[in-house]
């Protein structure tokens, strides 16, 4: 048996589980969080996501706990290792200072040694720019590649 995928979901990803203005993207997330409840990807989230589904107002974030109870996940912990790698993040231009907490979910991902990050956050995570900066860190601190990818890609069971 082949192994499974292991993929960070950022907040993002969830959060589009209910986001009626985008309904192409909610679709996408839909078919995604299927595929996450059949098991077949190993998925990790962290407190940082769990903290800002805690700052969502209701009645989604009622909504998206409930969602959350419907899948097996594994909470990383936000450690030194994982600050310092975030921090080498932006150092290297990967992520500005204001965007630590993205930083801080591609840090969480690669030590934690997950295949990819799972965001639709396009403006500060899966773009150009921090794809190579993350790739460039993680290779030259000894890290695992990262892919960092949209739940499109993973919809229809393209990765």
């Not at 996501?49 to 989604?60: D, F, G, M």
């Not at 965007?99 to 801080?104: E, F, M």
């Not at 899966?126 to 890290?143: E, H, S």
Request: charged share 30%; proline share 3%.
């Amino acid at each position: 048996m082949a192994r499974k995928l292991r993929i960070y979901i950022e907040t993002t990803v969830i959060s589009h589980l209910d986001h009626l203005d985008a309904p192409d993207r909610m679709a996408d997330t839909w078919k995604l969080w299927e595929r996450i409840e059949a098991g077949e990807f190993e998925v990790f989230i962290s407190e940082v996501v769990l903290q800002e589904i805690r700052n969502c107002s209701e009645p989604k974030r009622s909504m998206l706990v409930d969602c959350l109870t419907r899948i097996d996940y594994t909470e990383l912990q936000d450690t030194d290792e994982v600050k310092s790698l975030a921090q080498a993040y932006i150092d290297a231009g990967a992520f500005t200072e204001r965007r630590r907490d993205d930083a801080l979910h591609v840090a969480l991902c690669s030590v934690a040694g997950c295949d990819m990050v799972v965001s639709w956050n396009f403006r500060h995570i899966v773009r150009p720019l921090t794809i190579a900066g993350v790739r460039d860190v993680n290779t030259r601190l000894n890290y695992l590649p990262v892919g960092i990818h949209s739940p499109h890609d993973l919809a229809e069971g393209g990765l």
